[in-house]
């Protein structure tokens, strides 16, 4: 897969800083259909392939007017490999070419979790960038939930988790060997793959949505 994304860059109280909005992974053959979503926290250390654009981002006000090609972070390397691990095991073939939508509680591109929470709940006036969301669509083959523990946007957390029933969401956070159940998504660096893969058993090509739930 192929990643892309828009970037923009804004000067804050907390210097420069650089946000990341509507990313998706593209098959190797080209986008097409999306197929999937996938809702993290924040966007990590992935960043624009090109190395002059990634300067004018760190070091001045700047927004890019298009999705570009983007080098994925480790985060974004192993939900492609789980994504596809994922059909293969549940004996599902991938288009030939598709599109995934990966979204963010907030925007705010920071590879220290703790950093980028702090950053959220305190950078001023770019709330607009911080929490921008692309309009998700009514149906996809398959969700992912894996935004940790988090406490920025628990409301959009609870419309996500209403809207999408049948999303994949791993409850066992694998920290440092010590395996505990938790009540919120685990993020994808501290689950087991084994993990995912028994969430998305029987929960791609699905297609269902509350209301559908509601009346089964």
């Known amino acids: 897969m192929k990643t892309y994304a828009h970037f923009v860059s804004k000067k804050t109280s907390q210097g420069m800083k650089i946000f990341r909005h509507h990313t998706e992974f593209h098959s190797i053959n080209g986008p097409g259909k999306a197929i999937g979503l996938v809702v993290m926290m924040n966007p990590g250390d992935a960043r624009p392939i090109d190395d002059v654009l990634f300067n004018i981002l760190e070091n001045s ?16 390397k192993k939900v492609m490999r789980m994504i596809r691990k994922a059909y293969d095991d549940n004996e599902i073939k991938l288009p030939h070419q598709y599109s995934i939508h990966i979204e963010n509680i907030f925007n705010i591109r920071e590879k220290d979790s703790d950093k980028a929470k702090r950053y959220a709940r305190s950078i001023s006036g770019v709330k607009h960038l911080m929490f921008k969301s692309r309009e998700l669509l009514n149906n996809y083959d398959f969700v992912f939930f894996a935004w940790g ?28 060997g010590t395996i505990m159940d938790v009540s919120y998504p685990v993020h994808p660096l501290y689950m087991k793959t084994e993990y995912f893969l028994k969430a998305s058993k029987d929960k791609i090509g699905i297609r269902l949505l509350e209301e559908d739930a509601n009346i089964l």
């Open 149 to 176: 523990k988090l406490d920025i946007g628990v409301e959009r957390q609870k419309d996500l988790l209403t809207k999408y029933p049948q999303a994949i969401v791993v409850n066992k956070l694998n920290y440092k």
């Open 61 to 76: 006000e700047y927004e890019t007017e298009k999705p570009v090609l983007t080098v994925p972070d480790n985060t974004m």
